[in-house]
């Protein structure tokens, strides 16, 4: 990325957070050059475990903690509830990988990163995509959101709220 991609209206400290979050972190640069690497080796066309396993060995002959599908507890109201999630691969704990190798990545896969990312408290992951002739289009990075708390998830000035309803409702 270039170092002058970003937003500058905003003064100067909010300038720098933006490209935190634009500007990928070493790990990330290091993951996907990993990844590169791998579908150079063997190329599109496999199932996502062929994948999953080679990333994980390059990511390893690389120096690079990683751990293969780590489990994803699913915390419900205070109960674990056992789903069963895994998560593809974590780096480092700090970058969730989700592998596919699929035709096009839907925005179900999207969310379902968002969620793990959420439920292990990782900041940001990838979603790699090995099933493309050039292995950067079918990278995509995500970012962890809050959840609103109850009092956020209030309607505000544009939604409903009883001072909005018509009298004697």
Same mark, same amino acid.
């Given at each position: ?16 957070? %933006?490209?935190? *979050? ?9 993951? %996907?050059?990993?990844? /590169? ?23 390893? *002959? ?42 096009? /990545? ?7 990163? /968002?969620?793990?990312?959420?439920? *292990? ?6 979603? /790699? ?41």
């Amino acid at each position: 990325f270039p170092s002058n991609f970003g937003v500058r209206c905003c003064g100067p400290d909010v300038a720098r957070s %933006i490209d935190v *979050l634009i500007q990928p972190s070493s790990l990330v640069r290091e993951v %996907i050059g990993a990844a /590169i690497e791998v579908h150079r080796t063997i190329g599109p066309g496999l199932l996502e475990s062929a994948y999953d396993r080679c990333l994980a060995h390059e990511l390893h *002959l690389r120096g690079i903690v990683v751990r293969r599908q780590v489990d994803v507890p699913l915390l419900y109201k205070g109960t674990d509830v056992g789903c069963g999630y895994r998560a593809d691969l974590l780096i480092d704990g700090q970058l969730l990988v989700e592998v596919k190798a699929v035709e096009s /990545i839907h925005a179900i896969t999207k969310a379902q990163l /968002i969620s793990y990312l959420r439920l *292990l408290n990782v900041p940001q992951g990838l979603i /790699i995509n090995f099933n493309v002739l050039r292995l950067v289009d079918g990278v995509r990075r995500v970012f962890a959101t809050p959840l609103p708390s109850r009092e956020d998830a209030r309607p505000g000035p544009t939604g409903s709220s009883e001072a909005d309803l018509p009298p004697g409702r």
